[in-house]
């Protein structure tokens, strides 16, 4: 059995809250230790539990596998190491626990859709444990209050990081009870507030890189790392928009003038590892962009090594893209040898097979032009954002309008922490035929390094 670095006093000061109070809110900074703690308390409080079916739910059965049952090598599994089994029961997903009063039964359950509710139905739950809770659908959120009021003992515990002050969790659901604890102070609501600092397990060194990649003006060191409930407002990129230069590069760091046969060629000093194209398709006075972004050391370092695109049209014409990208692909494979992937926005599919058929019909790869994987768009400015404090994500000098977009792209009033689609001067179309450069290997991208 693995054991888990010594509690923070605000850690233990929660612990023992959790023993008296029916309603258990964890919230603060990443890396603040909160799924741990959940998961200590969560498991001791199982052992003599008169309750036999108990609930551990996530935004999906994975990311309770993830924060619960496996949490880093501490969660579930682990502390009921040799007196547990994963299985089913009524269908659903669950984890057959030896206690010290007998067997009981921990269901598995996603909560972050509408309908989820329904799959925890039917049974009255001793204890709930709901990770990031504020990801979850409320319908979800309120079935759990529903199936533990006979419980008992009753136990509900969330996790979460930090989102908008207005949030709906804070509104709907936060305040309500925050409210009825003021008023009684025996109401049985326990809040606990954690940073990275609550957790001891992160040495000093890795303390100092964790930090490094946070620029200390932003919405996301705000919320990760001092847990605070955040808006997400003005320019994204402030850094960016102040100053470009710390982030540029230009052409002598990756490429080499030589004479062949006379004449002068341009050749790579640094092999990439991939280079992929992303398109996002213009129209209604919008800009079809091409981008293309070289990875070096495999997924560790990015260059953005060319822009292009046609003019801004009312309409997109299919024949005027595929002139303009034929242009564009031949050009980066003439400079830079090789493009692996080209990735347009999957929504068009019409203009997919029209780039398809003009690169087959130009002689050039075609096999690798397929639309791009999408993932939520609010993602998008935070990796984007940690890619430049880490310095692994440089753009070339020449990539005016790319770099114009970033240094303009501005938070939406109306939706907190997705970037505004005005597209004032294009921005988006650049942002967007970027970012489609980036999202298939996504996942493949360590933001801590």
């Not at 604890?181 to 964790?210: P, W």
């Not at 590069?249 to 060629?265: F, H, P, R, S, W």
């Not at 203009?351 to 019909?361: E, F, G, Q, V």
Request: neutral net charge; glycine residues 8%; proline residues 3%.
């Amino acid at each position: 059995m693995n054991i888990q670095a010594p509690f923070s006093k605000r850690q233990e000061a929660y612990l023992y809250r959790c023993m008296e109070n029916w309603f258990n809110v964890a919230e603060g900074g990443k890396r603040g230790g909160k799924n741990v703690l959940q998961t200590l308390i969560f498991c001791m409080l199982l052992e003599t539990h008169k309750n036999k079916i108990h609930l551990v739910a996530g935004v999906s059965i994975a990311t309770a596998k993830l924060n619960i049952l496996d949490c880093d090598g501490y969660g579930l599994l682990n502390y009921f190491e040799g007196r547990c089994r994963e299985g089913k029961y009524q269908n659903r997903d669950c984890v057959y626990v030896g206690t010290k009063t007998g067997e009981k039964i921990v269901l598995i359950s996603g909560g972050g859709k509408d309908g989820d509710e329904k799959l925890i139905k039917g049974n009255t739950y001793g204890m709930a444990y709901v990770t990031e809770a504020n990801e979850c659908h409320p319908k979800f959120l309120k079935e759990v209050f529903d199936r533990t009021l006979s419980s008992a003992d009753r136990k509900v515990f969330h996790d979460l990081n930090p989102k908008e002050e207005e949030h709906w969790y804070y509104t709907d659901i936060l305040r309500f009870h925050e409210k009825q604890q003021e008023e009684d102070s025996h109401y049985g609501y326990n809040y606990g507030h954690f940073t990275i600092a609550d957790n001891y397990s992160v040495s000093d060194n890795k303390l100092r890189s964790i930090l490094a990649t946070y620029d200390k003006e932003t919405v996301w060191y705000r919320r990760d790392i001092r847990g605070d409930r955040a808006v997400a407002e003005g320019i994204i990129f402030r850094r960016f928009a102040n100053n470009n230069e710390p982030y540029l590069y230009d052409d002598a760091e990756l490429l080499e003038e030589y004479i062949e046969q006379g004449e002068t060629k341009v050749r790579l000093k640094k092999k990439p590892f991939k280079i992929v194209i992303g398109i996002d398709f213009g129209g209604n006075e919008s800009k079809t962009t091409f981008v293309a972004t070289g990875y070096f050391n495999r997924y560790h370092d990015f260059r953005v090594l060319e822009e292009g695109g046609p003019p801004p049209t009312s309409d997109i014409d299919a024949d005027i893209i595929c002139v303009e990208f034929i242009k564009f692909y031949k050009l980066v494979l003439e400079k830079y040898g090789r493009v692996d992937w080209i990735f347009p926005d999957s929504a068009a599919t019409t203009m997919i097979n029209s780039l398809i058929s003009a690169a087959k019909k130009a002689g050039l790869p075609w096999r690798n032009i397929k639309g791009c994987r999408k993932n939520a768009v609010e993602e998008r400015p935070r990796t984007v954002d940690l890619l430049f404090n880490t310095s692994r994500l440089k753009i070339n000098r020449r990539c005016v309008n790319l770099r114009k977009a970033i240094g303009s792209l501005r938070w939406d009033e109306k939706e907190p922490n997705r970037p505004e689609d005005k597209n004032i001067g294009n921005c988006n179309d650049w942002w967007d035929g970027f970012c489609y450069t980036l999202l298939d290997f996504i996942e493949y991208i360590d933001l801590d390094r």
